[in-house]
């Protein structure tokens, strides 16, 4: 189906408008897919925070040099995932999609307007969720001040055992 100049306009602007409000974008080539398959992807897609769109390359690349990123020439289909949320979270939905199915092939991405390989949005899927990234950072910036905190008790602790057992010792003495 022809798209009329009017539609092609519409769709450069929803597609710089995607590329511009998204913290990374990464990008499958398919074949023969069907429309029950880019659905679920879709709905993978949608349940990590993100929205994805099959693209028409040439209004891609009008989208993607309006918009400022920097980019190589776009062969074969496009299937495209926006996200402003979890990269690493839409990354691992399009790695998993690659894995398991032999009609989708990770071309690359876009990751503050900067492209990145294939290999690179790889490298994304594998990162820990964020919440989890989250705890660690938490715990490792904590670490310090819990040990602080106990090293700064120690003393007071030790001075409380003396007393302690100084009481304890003079407690049968007095009773007796």
């Known amino acids: 189906m022809a798209f009329t100049k009017k539609q092609k306009t519409e769709m450069l602007a929803q597609y710089e408008q995607w590329l511009r409000e998204s913290k990374a974008a990464f990008m499958l080539e398919y074949s023969r897919l069907t429309v029950a398959e880019v659905s679920a992807l879709r709905a993978k897609v949608r349940e ?8 028409k390359n040439t209004l891609l690349e009008l989208a993607l040099d309006r918009a400022g990123f920097e980019h190589k020439g776009l062969e074969g289909t ?5 996200t402003g949320e979890d990269v690493a979270a ?87």
Not at 78 to 82: D, E, P, Q, S, V
Not at 118 to 128: G, I
Not at 150 to 166: D, F, G, Q, S
Request: proline share 6%; aromatic share 4%; hydrophobic share 50%.
């Open 78 to 82: 496009t299937l495209i995932g926006f």
């Open 48 to 55: 990590v925070g993100g929205q994805a769109h099959v693209i």
């Open 90 to 176: 839409l990354a691992k939905v399009f790695n998993e999609a690659t894995r398991t199915s032999e009609t989708l092939k990770l071309k690359g991405g876009f990751l503050d307007q900067r492209y990145i390989s294939a290999d690179e949005v790889k490298m994304l899927a594998e990162l820990p969720p964020l919440p989890v990234m989250r705890a660690q950072l938490l715990g490792v910036i904590s670490a310090p001040a819990t040990k602080l905190a106990r090293t700064l008790a120690e003393p007071a602790r030790m001075v409380a055992a003396v007393i302690k057992a100084k009481s304890e010792q003079a407690a049968p003495a007095v009773a007796g």
